[in-house]
């Protein structure tokens, strides 16, 4: 998630060798995309590419972008990008953009990453910083060169492998297979089901482990 413009899409491309657009003007990524990637230490996930935030977004839209979101609702980690070659105080207002359009869609709760990208443009150095418990909570790289995106790899699997990952499924009665896995390795919390035999699970455990079990199905 991230300002429109600070390079979303470019660093999808890189992580994920796709072609979604990448284009300097507003909502170029008008709907989520959704691609599995391989990360070496972290191993299967999901990575989503979404529409751009703007200040000040009407109310009429907010609907609309927690519609294009949803993936982002379920999500294990947010990657929040910015641009790097910004002015700081141009930074700081499109960063509590994102935050108050992150707040008004109810997913401020949800673990992030900050991105600082286009260090190409810039004289910064591909780096990581941590808070004081060791976790990584900056990653600053180029999309467009690829630098620094090992470390931010590295500072993802460092994120979702050490922190207990929770989750909510709605599983379709022909996915069984997939809800006995679940159970098997011990990770669903609680159960519920719908008169049409839908099942609403809430699964917590390995953030490795559920999403080389979800990546299988």
């Known amino acids: ?22 284009k300097d003007q507003l909502f ?12 070496q230490e972290l191993g299967t996930a999901f990575l989503s590419d979404t529409v751009g935030f703007v200040s000040n977004l009407p109310h009429t839209l907010v609907n609309a972008f927690r519609a294009t979101l949803e993936e982002a609702a379920n999500s294990d980690l947010l990657v929040l990008v910015v641009d790097a070659s910004d002015d700081k105080i141009i930074q700081h207002e499109k960063f509590e953009a994102v935050n108050e359009v992150l707040t008004e869609i109810g997913v401020d709760h949800i673990p992030r990453l900050i991105v600082c990208n286009k260090i190409d443009k810039t004289d910064l150095e591909p780096k990581i910083e941590y ?11 180029s999309a467009k060169s690829k630098a620094g995106v090992p470390l931010f790899e590295k500072a993802v699997a460092k994120l979702l492998i050490e922190t207990p990952v929770e989750k909510r499924l709605k599983l379709q009665p022909t996915e069984a297979a997939l809800r006995a896995r679940l159970y098997e390795k011990g990770l669903v919390v609680s159960e519920a089901t719908d008169d049409l035999g839908i099942s609403y699970l809430k699964i917590k455990g390995d953030g490795t482990l559920i999403n080389t079990i979800l990546g299988q199905f």
């Open 1 to 22: 998630v991230g300002y429109t413009n600070a390079g979303k899409s470019s660093l999808f491309n890189t992580l994920t060798n796709a072609d979604i657009l990448a």
């Open 131 to 141: 808070d004081d418990q060791g976790n990584p909570t900056m990653v600053w790289l």
């Open 28 to 39: 170029s990524t008008l709907d989520p995309s959704v691609r599995k990637v391989q990360f």
